[in-house]
């Protein structure tokens, strides 16, 4: 069965103080791992896909980056807009289940205080 | 501009009532998904369909039901079967129906009376 963990579940920041979100994944042959931003009470808007070990996307402040086990979203000198919860998933590519189900992790909340 | 759209945005249902949340795009997206969101927990799929007249069940079906008679539409139908209905319900769709990036409607939040 395809896992998502997320980590932590919750992260407090100052404006500026950079860090790392993390999303551990076990998959059956993974298709693409996915990063989403999601506000409150707001659909999650899309950020990156990585399909590949060692790929990296960046995005302003973001930069996503892939291994074999797991995911970072790394924010560089955050700003209070960048808080939000932080959504990865996984599509699998292996075994049945080839119609493009993303097993998603719970989500990591941001907060970046000014 | 191209999107996805849900409606209506909140939503109050009286126990035993079946009610109907409605998805639309116009990406020419011929897949679409549904997904469950309660706090907590991840994203949890529903129901999913690859093209016009065929659509299948995902994780957490039962008490929902579907159709997918255009391919910009996909209605989501809450029945008093499902017991637990109050969640956030989101769509989404992609282009190409087993992989890709999923794009996801603004949501609809259920609360049963």
């Known amino acids: 069965e395809d896992q998502v963990t997320q980590s932590p579940e919750a992260l407090r920041l100052q404006e500026g103080e950079s860090s790392s979100l993390n999303c551990s994944y076990t998959?059956?042959?993974?298709?693409?791992l996915f990063w989403y931003r999601q506000d409150p009470g707001k659909g999650p808007e899309f950020l990156f896909t990585?399909?590949?070990a060692g790929e990296e996307k960046e995005k302003e402040r973001l930069k996503a980056t892939l291994t074999k086990k797991e995911s970072f979203l790394h924010i560089t000198a955050p700003k209070p807009e960048d808080s939000a919860t932080y959504l990865c998933?996984?599509?699998?590519?292996?075994?049945?289940?080839?119609?493009?189900?993303?097993?998603f992790g719970q989500g990591t909340i941001l907060t970046v205080h000014p | 501009d191209g999107g996805i759209t849900q409606s209506p945005k909140y939503l109050f249902r009286k126990e035993g009532q079946n009610v109907t949340l409605s998805c639309e795009q116009n990406l020419n997206h011929d897949a679409m998904y549904w997904y469950r969101q309660d706090p907590g927990q991840g994203l949890r799929l529903i129901y999913y369909?690859?093209?016009?007249?065929?659509?299948q069940k995902g994780d957490i079906a039962e008490g929902y039901s579907v159709s997918r008679e255009k391919k910009e539409s996909f209605p989501l139908t809450v029945t008093s079967a499902q017991k637990n209905p109050t969640a956030f319900y989101l769509c989404?769709?992609?282009?190409?129906?087993?992989?890709?990036?999923?794009?996801f409607g603004p949501g609809t939040r259920l609360t049963v009376l």
């Open positions: 989404a769709s992609s282009i190409e129906p087993d992989r890709g990036t999923q794009y």
């Open positions: 369909s690859q093209i016009v007249n065929d659509f």
């Open positions: 998933a996984v599509q699998a590519g292996a075994g049945g289940t080839s119609y493009g189900k993303l097993t």
């Open positions: 998959v059956s042959g993974l298709r693409g």
């Open positions: 990585l399909y590949s």
